[in-house]
C-alpha cells in the first residue's frame, strides 16, 4: 500500500469505464495507476482526478501498474489564461518524456509544485519554463554552464558531446544573456527570444528528437 501526495500528468482511458493514470507523487517518483470505474457517474474519483491540482493518493499492488484505492484532492482549479494552461501541458509532457528514475522525479517535485502556482498567474510563462527546463538539464545530466573564457557577446550552441559551445551563424543568446539568465537578472525581449531557440534544441535533445504535442496548441 502506497500513500502520497501526487500530481495527476496524464489520464488514458481504460476498457470501459476505467483509466490509467500516470501520476507524479512526492516520495515514490513517477507511478502508473489504474483507476477502476472512474469514468462512472457514481465513481468516487471523480472530479478527484484532474491534472495541476496536488491531490493525496493510495494505490496498492505489486505490479508496475498498481490499483488506485483513494484519491482526494487537496486544492481546487482556479480560472487560468490559455498560454499559461498550455505551459503546464508542456511541463506535464517533458516529465513524461524524461521518464526520470524515482530519485529525480522525487526531487523535481517541489519544484514542479511551485512551478504551477507561478504559472497561474505570471505573465513571464516564458521565462519560468526555461528555468525549469535548466533544473531538467541538470537532473538529465545535462549541466549548462559557459566557460569562463567564452566573451559576453558570443553566441551559444548546444552540443550533446560539449554542452554549451561559442558558435558564428546562430540567432541564439549570446553568452552575456545566458549569464544573466542563470543569475535570474532581467532580460531583454530580443535576449529572451535568443534563449528561447537555445533551450528549443536543448529539449529536443533530451527528449530523444520525440514530437511535443503540446507546442501544436499554440501554432495558428
Sequence with gaps: MIT????????????????????????????????KGSRGRKSPFKGHLQAFIETTISCQGRQDLKTLTQAEQSGLAGSTDYLNQVAM????????????????????????????????VSQSVALLLRHFELKLCELSGYALTVDQDIADESTLVFQADQGLVASQGHKNCNAGAFRKFVQQQSLSSEELHGLNRLFRSVVHHLVGGRRIRSRELLRP
Excluded at 501526487?6 to 502508473?32: M, W
Design 4 to 35: 502520497d501526495d501526487a500530481f495527476v500528468l496524464h489520464k488514458i482511458n481504460y476498457k470501459n469505464s476505467s483509466e490509467i493514470v500516470k501520476l507524479l507523487t512526492q516520495n515514490h517518483g513517477r507511478i502508473d495507476v489504474v483507476a
Design 89 to 120: 501541458l508542456y511541463c506535464n509532457e517533458l516529465l513524461l518524456l524524461l521518464n526520470m528514475d524515482e530519485e529525480h522525479s522525487t526531487t523535481v517535485y517541489p519544484i514542479y509544485r511551485e512551478l504551477l502556482k507561478a504559472l497561474r
